[in-house]
């Protein structure tokens, strides 16, 4: 599963290189919960990066935090991160059932999470993928009207 050395995430390569390293090592260590730990966090990562880097603000009109679902929208209206064949379903997808097997919602035991944990990792390798095909178009286009 070791795949994400080949892609060029610019700034994000070495951090979630070494973090999806580390949900692979875990399950591969049948540490089923360990495993989708680090995919949450590389998607919050990436999502709270991509607010920052985008100026959009983390807080509510009432000075709260936003959720992360409002969060994962706002950044995705700006950015275009998620595939179209996720997009509808990114928040039900990809975090909220991190958060029922993170936060012990539900009856599946470790074994039953670690089979889910290849499907999850390409989901989160296809936001990644997209970011990464997202930068290399903006770079050729560049390149071509120099």
């Known amino acids: 599963m070791n795949d994400c050395c080949i892609y060029d995430y610019s700034e994000y390569r070495e951090d979630i290189c070494i973090l999806l390293q580390q949900a692979d090592i875990s399950y591969y260590n049948n540490l089923g919960i360990g495993c989708f730990i680090y995919l949450r966090y590389i998607l919050e990562k990436i999502v709270y990066r991509l607010a920052?880097?985008?100026?959009?603000?983390?807080?509510?009109?009432?000075?709260?935090?936003?959720?992360?679902?409002?969060?994962?929208?706002?950044?995705?209206?700006?950015?275009?991160?998620?595939?179209?064949?996720?997009?509808?379903?990114?928040?039900?997808?990809?975090?909220?059932?991190?958060?029922?097997?993170?936060?012990?919602?539900?009856?599946?035991?470790?074994?039953?999470?670690?089979?889910?944990?290849?499907?999850y990792r390409s989901l989160i390798v296809g936001v990644l993928d997209n970011i990464n095909n997202k930068q290399n178009i903006t770079k050729a286009k560049n390149k071509i009207n120099e």
């Open 52 to 119: 920052k880097e985008n100026k959009i603000d983390l807080k509510n009109s009432k000075g709260k935090d936003k959720t992360f679902r409002v969060l994962m929208d706002e950044v995705d209206q700006k950015t275009k991160i998620f595939p179209d064949e996720i997009k509808e379903e990114k928040y039900n997808l990809l975090f909220k059932p991190h958060s029922e097997f993170i936060h012990g919602r539900n009856d599946y035991d470790n074994d039953e999470i670690r089979l889910k944990y290849p499907s």
